[in-house]
């Protein structure tokens, strides 16, 4: 694909519970997540009204819960070379959770975790053979149905803005003062705002990512939240450019956050 390094390529929830994560997030964000296909794995992708796919659902096995995976969302982002990342990763203070592999007609891609032990995988993707320049928009600053912002919450705000500046060319400008929280500091992927990091709350138990999915209408994207036995963790609260966000945890435990206008 033509992404180039550092962008956000795809975003992956990991639950025990696709039939269930596909009701919930239906009714919350618009999307239809497709049903299991046949085959060993349970892998669906994530449809969008227009067509196109937001992410992809991965069924969470009972090998994999004993192996310490929880339910929650993950991202790719694109490198150009995937082992060379990794390397610089290790060599970095950061750790390998899955070696990299291939995947024919996907490309190439490993699980790893940034020094302060936040997962995210990095990917070097195989394009479609009819559209080898096609460019992933999973991401999107203003859409809903895709992400909208990436949320880092870690034990070491200033190592890990460093850390993914050198691995991913990311840059920190600007910031908003939370007073005892600390700061919530803008990053960016060349011109465009991609997201913030900001200290761990002491109710988070581990550094991690959160991604803001895109809706139509906050209030009742927050009510389906509920109606759907998700548990909303913020009320809506207003952002800079007067749109809203809430934070949330789906029914089976994945940890989310929702961005849009306010309709009523």
């Given at each position: 694909m033509a992404n180039q390094q550092g962008s956000f390529i795809w975003y992956e929830l990991m639950t025990p519970d696709p039939d269930g994560a596909k009701g919930f997030y239906d009714a919350v964000v618009g999307w239809d997540i497709e049903p299991q296909a046949a085959g060993e794995m349970d892998y669906r992708m994530i449809g969008r009204s227009d067509g196109k796919h937001a992410g992809g659902v991965m069924r969470l096995s009972d090998q994999m819960r004993e192996g310490?995976?929880?339910?929650?969302?993950?991202?790719?982002?694109?490198?150009?070379?995937?082992?060379a990342a990794v390397s610089a990763i290790e060599g970095d203070g950061g750790r390998t959770?899955?070696?990299?592999?291939?995947?024919?007609?996907?490309?190439?891609?490993?699980?790893?975790?940034?020094?302060?032990?936040?997962?995210?995988?990095?990917?070097?993707?195989?394009?479609?053979?009819?559209?080898?320049?096609?460019?992933?928009?999973?991401?999107?600053?203003?859409?809903?149905?895709?992400?909208?912002?990436n949320e880092l919450s870690t034990t070491d705000p200033a190592g890990a803005i460093d850390f993914y500046g050198r691995h991913f060319g990311w840059r920190q400008d600007g910031d908003m003062d939370m007073g005892e929280l600390g700061k919530y500091q803008f990053l960016y992927r060349g011109g465009t705002m991609i997201g913030a990091v900001m200290p761990r709350m002491p109710q988070m138990p581990a550094s991690a990512w959160t991604f803001y999915i895109g809706v139509d209408d906050i209030d009742g994207a927050t009510e389906a939240v509920r109606s759907g036995g998700g548990q909303v963790l913020q009320e809506p609260i207003e952002i800079?450019?007067?749109?809203?966000?809430?934070?949330?945890?789906?029914?089976?435990?994945?940890?989310?956050?929702?961005?849009g206008p306010r309709n009523r």
């Amino acid at each position: 694909m033509a992404n180039q390094q550092g962008s956000f390529i795809w975003y992956e929830l990991m639950t025990p519970d696709p039939d269930g994560a596909k009701g919930f997030y239906d009714a919350v964000v618009g999307w239809d997540i497709e049903p299991q296909a046949a085959g060993e794995m349970d892998y669906r992708m994530i449809g969008r009204s227009d067509g196109k796919h937001a992410g992809g659902v991965m069924r969470l096995s009972d090998q994999m819960r004993e192996g310490g995976a929880r339910p929650g969302w993950l991202t790719y982002i694109a490198v150009d070379d995937v082992d060379a990342a990794v390397s610089a990763i290790e060599g970095d203070g950061g750790r390998t959770l899955m070696p990299a592999h291939d995947l024919p007609g996907v490309g190439r891609f490993a699980l790893v975790a940034d020094p302060q032990g936040a997962p995210f995988y990095v990917m070097r993707p195989e394009p479609p053979r009819d559209q080898p320049d096609a460019v992933s928009d999973v991401f999107s600053v203003d859409r809903p149905q895709h992400v909208r912002w990436n949320e880092l919450s870690t034990t070491d705000p200033a190592g890990a803005i460093d850390f993914y500046g050198r691995h991913f060319g990311w840059r920190q400008d600007g910031d908003m003062d939370m007073g005892e929280l600390g700061k919530y500091q803008f990053l960016y992927r060349g011109g465009t705002m991609i997201g913030a990091v900001m200290p761990r709350m002491p109710q988070m138990p581990a550094s991690a990512w959160t991604f803001y999915i895109g809706v139509d209408d906050i209030d009742g994207a927050t009510e389906a939240v509920r109606s759907g036995g998700g548990q909303v963790l913020q009320e809506p609260i207003e952002i800079p450019g007067g749109e809203y966000s809430i934070n949330a945890l789906d029914p089976q435990g994945a940890a989310f956050g929702l961005v849009g206008p306010r309709n009523r």
